[in-house]
Each structure stands twice: as C-alpha cells, then as structure tokens.
C-alpha cells in the first residue's frame, strides 16, 4: 500500500510563509498528477492547487499568485510554497497523488493531513 507522508504545516502569523511537503513511499504507476487541498472546520474539502503529469497546473482563485505548487516525479513528491498567508487559509491541508495504470483507470493516495493556523 502507498503511503504519503506530508510535513512542514505549523503556526504562522498573517503575511508569512510555509513550505508544505509530501513523498510517496513508492510509485506502482506512473503519476498523472500531484495536487494539494484543505478543509477548514465546517467547511468542504477543496482544492488548493493541483499539478498534471503535462505539467500543468490550477491553483484555486483564493490562493492565485500567493501559492505554488511544485513535484519530483523521481521522488515521488509534491510541494506547496505557501506565501503571505492570510487567516482563511487555517486549515488541515491533505496531498493527493493521483496514479495512472495502463487499463484506463486511476488510483488515489491521500496524505495523514497537516495543520496550518495563519493568526492575524
């Protein structure tokens, strides 16, 4: 079983940074994509940013120009550069890799969550 494990969440004060980290333990396909998301309490999960084996990438209207998303396929991991943090970006944020097999299907591993509380 593949096992993301995710680091670098922690308290930060408004208008600063934190690099969120995660690593696949192993690869059983080839990756089709890497995205970050996060759920605040009472809210739903949702995406933050999101990066595709093409190397595309879509970032949330909320965190557009303030966050980045980077991977390392030959290490299976994934990145989030989170700048000027603002308040309503408190929340447990999850890894997702996304694996692709050869019979047209895909398989998702999710990280064990990591908080991140901006004060203000």
């Known amino acids: 079983q593949v096992q993301l494990v995710e680091s670098g969440g922690g308290l930060v004060q408004a208008g600063g940074s934190l690099r969120l980290s995660c690593a696949a333990s192993q690869s059983i396909f080839s990756i089709d994509a890497m995205g970050w998301y996060r759920q605040a309490p009472g809210k739903q999960r949702e995406l933050v940013a999101v990066r595709t084996s093409g190397d595309s990438t879509n970032y949330a209207d909320s965190v557009k120009g303030r966050f980045t998303i980077s991977s390392d396929n030959a290490k299976n991991s994934v990145y989030l550069q989170m700048n000027n943090l603002k308040p309503e970006d408190t929340a447990v944020y999850y890894c997702?890799?996304?694996?692709?097999?050869?019979?047209?299907?895909?398989?998702?591993?999710w990280g064990q969550g990591t908080q991140v509380t901006v004060s203000s």
């Open positions: 997702n890799v996304r694996f692709k097999s050869p019979y047209y299907t895909t398989v998702d591993y």
